[in-house]
């Protein structure tokens, strides 16, 4: 079975300092997807990043940036120059195959980021 | 605007109820599913289905029943037989042009949050 980890809880940081949320993942399929999602107070989740198995560039949005290991099978999300509105909680997501050629996706926990002025 | 539109935001029920939770698409997305989020425990798959009149068995089905007897739409019914209902449901949905998720990242509604009083 699939399984995916945050291991941190929940983080609490000042504004304008760097945040980095760990993923690791386990999976025996060859070919396969990571996410992020935030997920702010009003519920909803928003898309961030998807990788694939096969792309270990890390990427880089304005204050966003990914790294993905695949031979650690991490896939680290970090938040450089954190605001307030960062505040949320954030979701790694791995995709899974099933036998009937559809995937669904499997999350972690979640990490809530408390990002106080 | 498209999207998702989960209604009640809301609900509220009593033990022994069977309640069902709405969950429309204006996206033309063929896959739609379903995910349970209580606290500290991520999110759950609960039922998915990739078209009309077809739907498969999450991770945590037990309780829960679903339909899709229209692409827009695929609500869900919690009954009684679920032993722990109070928590906040998802729902999300893929574009037509990727069966699976691996192709592109799933869109989800606000969410409805449900408690057993």
């Known amino acids: 079975a699939q399984k995916v980890t945050q291991a941190q809880t929940e983080i609490s940081v000042v504004e304008k300092e760097d945040v980095t949320l760990d993923c690791v993942y386990e999976t025996r399929d060859t070919t396969y997807y990571l996410f992020w999602y935030k997920q702010p107070p009003s519920g909803e989740l928003v898309f961030l990043i998807r990788?694939?198995?096969?792309?270990?560039q890390n990427e880089i949005s304005g204050r966003y940036s990914w790294n993905f290991q695949k031979s650690t099978s991490s896939f680290n999300f970090t938040i450089t120059a954190s605001q307030v509105v960062d505040s949320a909680v954030y979701f790694c997501?791995?995709?899974?195959?099933?036998?009937?050629?559809?995937?669904?996706?499997?999350f972690g926990k979640g990490t809530m980021l408390l990002v106080s002025p | 605007d498209g999207g998702i539109t989960q209604s009640p935001k809301y609900l509220f029920r009593k033990e022994g109820q069977n309640v069902t939770l709405s969950c429309e698409q204006n996206?033309?997305?063929?896959?739609m599913y379903w995910y349970r989020q209580d606290p500290g425990q991520g999110l759950r798959l609960i039922y998915y289905s990739q078209i009309v009149n077809d739907f498969q068995k999450g991770d945590i089905a037990e309780g829960y029943s679903v339909s899709r007897e229209k692409k827009e739409s695929f609500p869900l019914t919690v009954t009684s037989a679920q032993k722990n209902p109070t928590a906040f449901y998802l729902c999300?949905?893929?574009?037509?042009?990727?069966?699976?998720?691996?192709?592109?990242?799933?869109?989800f509604g606000q969410g409805t949050r449900l408690t057993v009083v």
């Open positions: 997501a791995l995709s899974e195959a099933h036998g009937s050629g559809y995937s669904t996706l499997t």
């Open positions: 996206l033309n997305h063929d896959a």
């Open positions: 999300a949905s893929t574009p037509p042009e990727a069966s699976a998720l691996v192709n592109t990242e799933a869109f």
């Open positions: 990788r694939n198995s096969f792309d270990e």
